[in-house]
T-cell receptor
Framework: NAGVTQTPKFRVLKTGQSMTLLCAQD?????MYWYRQDPGMGLRLIHYSVGEGTTAKGEVPDGYNVSRLKKQNFLLGLESAAPSQTSVYFC???????????FGEGSWLTVV | GENVEQHPSTLSVQEGDSAVIKCTYSDSASNYFPWYKQELGKRPQLIIDIRSNVGEKKDQRIAVTLNKTAKHFSLHITETQPEDSAVYFC??????????????FGKGTLLTVNP
């Protein structure tokens, strides 16, 4: 049981490039989330999903897109990366009825 | 939407002293309040949580109190140890249909325990 797994863990992008972060969970959780963490800003919600095939915007959605084609996977896409998107990205998941959310190990993204 | 304020942003204590971190929230519909600990370079991990129908919860050296009327909750760590040094985040959860699916975090408190 791996929990929540994020790929890749580290990536350096040039401004304007695109990339996709993959989150996979093997706990059969309904809800999945993408957060970004910046110094002094805490964890801010980018997008979330309450079930397969559904997504919704969080607090800071601009510049990102997401997809949840399979229940166990939640993809975060950057179509045209900007230096302001340099951050640590955390994926998380939880069951429908439970309260606890479980985080992945994080993905460190640098945009130069 | 929900807004969570957390204070202080940094806290330094001597080993063995107590540490208190305070948070306020804005949405009166929020009913679940977890605290996460994040060590350097690691993922946030849940250390304790409290629901809105409970005023206080304790787990060994860690306790959380909730004042729903004032919309604030606090984390108390007693007999601090160097391994308690980390960033602590409070959060408030709310959602539709009885499912608390949206978690809003405070900006974090860097706790340093000096030996």
């Amino acid at each position: 049981n791996a929990g929540v797994t994020q790929t890749p863990k580290f990536r350096v992008l040039k401004t304007g490039q695109s990339m996709t972060l993959l989150c996979a969970q093997d706990m059969n959780h309904e809800y999945m989330y993408w957060y970004r963490q910046d110094p002094g800003m805490g964890l801010r919600l980018i997008h979330y999903s309450v079930g397969e095939g559904t997504t919704a915007k969080g607090e800071v959605p601009d510049g990102y897109n997401v997809s949840r084609l399979k229940k166990q996977n939640f993809l975060l896409g950057l179509e045209s990366a900007a230096p302001s998107q340099t951050s640590v990205y955390f994926c998380a998941s939880k069951t429908y009825s439970g309260n606890t959310i479980y985080f992945g190990e994080g993905s460190w993204l640098t945009v130069v | 939407g929900e807004n969570v304020e957390q204070h202080p942003s940094t806290l330094s204590v001597q080993e063995g002293d107590s540490a208190v971190i305070k948070c306020t929230y804005s949405d009166s519909a929020s009913n679940y309040f977890p605290w996460y600990k994040q060590e350097l370079g690691k993922r946030p991990q849940l250390i304790i949580d409290i629901r809105s129908n409970v005023g206080e919860k304790k787990d060994q050296r860690i306790a959380v109190t909730l004042n729903k009327t004032a919309k604030h909750f606090s984390l108390h760590i007693t007999e601090t140890q160097p391994e308690d040094s980390a960033v602590y985040f409070c959060a408030a959860s709310s959602g539709k249909g009885g499912s608390n699916y949206k978690l809003t975090f405070g900006k974090g408190t860097l706790l340093t325990v000096n030996p």
